[in-house]
């Protein structure tokens, strides 16, 4: 087994989030503006968000994705330049159909199908980091176009596969066979103890525009990650392969296999919006498109404008049965998006707050 090596220490981007702020907090005239959100969207189609949260797995049933995109941004604009602060957090989970079904079928007790042979296929990517993002906002007649890059001070490192299938030996019993091999902060599946946790220092870029060709239309795309990659040094890894007719996770070995620790360059994919509005009077329809993941959705509306100034929308996901209701009203914009109003069985949620953008 490799050891890491002597790291040497850098610093963080605490100080610079405290002195940072204490500086954003200081403006409040002089042309200098303020902006801030937070956005946070959850996904989990094989199981309930709470269930996952709470007992990972328990109640799986057939879906293949899950995934957690969080953010909370501090910033201050002058004269087109931007500076942030960002806390972040992603996961993306993506596993067959089969073998979530099948999982959740294992966990639940229930009888299996004696000779099956279930495929397994899981991978995950997954971080938090504490970013500082740098900005230039170009406006012009009839719109707007916004670059901007961060800087990430990473921390727990998640990513991976894991291959392999579940054979059914009898009604109440199964060998696992799989190869995996993946990087960590925590070993979720063998319980290997760790000492040190990986830290990253990674990038990412960011792009919005805004087109309002006339008084009825308005474009917009957003782009986020654009280029984003995280180096980690010494991260924990475990590859191994092998068969057991015990689930990984209680700490049973799978098999041969290797741990120790290496280099990780980790790459995150980009993510994209687009929106159109068409406005007539004070309604407004809405279409809405969103791709991350390999995933795409789609989502319309339609939204209505008071002459106080505020701006109330609906919209409806189809692909997994979500509504949204958004307001918006002087520099501030508010929305939620859930598929249950039960919160034991939410599968699909987003919520978001901001002022400024």
Request: hydrophobic share 35%; aromatic share 14%; proline share 4%.
């Amino acid at each position: 087994m490799t050891k890491p090596g002597n790291r040497e220490k850098r610093w963080g981007f605490g100080p610079a989030f405290f002195f940072t702020a204490a500086y954003i907090c200081s403006f409040s005239a002089g042309g200098y503006e303020l902006f801030g959100r937070t956005e946070n969207q959850f996904l989990s189609e094989p199981e309930p968000i709470r269930t996952s949260l709470e007992n990972w797995g328990s109640e799986f049933g057939r879906g293949e994705r899950q995934w957690a995109v969080s953010l909370f941004e501090l910033g201050v604009r002058y004269q087109g330049v931007e500076m942030s602060l960002q806390q972040r957090g992603l996961v993306d989970l993506r596993m067959n159909a089969d073998l979530a079904e099948y999982w959740g079928r294992i966990e639940a007790g229930l009888p299996l199908d004696e000779g099956a042979q279930i495929p397994a296929r899981l991978s995950v990517n997954g971080f938090t980091a504490l970013a500082l993002r740098f900005g230039y906002r170009f406006t012009w007649d009839r719109g707007a176009l916004t670059v901007g890059a961060a800087v990430l001070d990473a921390k727990h490192l998640m990513t991976g596969d894991l291959a392999g299938d579940i054979q059914v030996t009898s009604p109440e019993d199964y060998v696992f066979s799989a190869q995996v091999d993946y990087s960590y902060y925590r070993d979720v599946l063998f319980n290997r103890p760790i000492t040190n946790e990986p830290a990253g220092l990674g990038w990412a870029g960011d792009l919005s525009a805004q087109w309002q060709p006339d008084d009825r239309w308005l474009f917009s795309l957003t782009v986020d990650d654009l280029f984003a990659r995280i180096r980690w040094k010494d991260a924990p890894y475990t590859i191994a392969k092998g068969d057991s007719d015990i689930k990984p996770g209680d700490g049973s070995s799978l098999g041969s296999g290797i741990e120790g620790y290496r280099d990780v360059s980790q790459r995150i994919d980009p993510r994209y919006q687009v929106a159109s509005e068409l406005s007539e009077g004070p309604w407004s329809a809405h279409l809405k498109g969103q791709y991350q993941f390999g995933y795409g959705l789609v989502g319309f509306g339609a939204g209505y404008s008071y002459a106080s100034g505020l701006g109330l929308k609906a919209v409806y996901w189809p692909k997994y049965e979500t509504i949204g209701i958004e307001a918006e009203y002087n520099g501030w914009r508010a929305g939620l998006a859930v598929d249950q109003l039960e919160w034991r069985k939410v599968q699909s949620l987003s919520f978001n707050v901001s002022y400024g953008y």
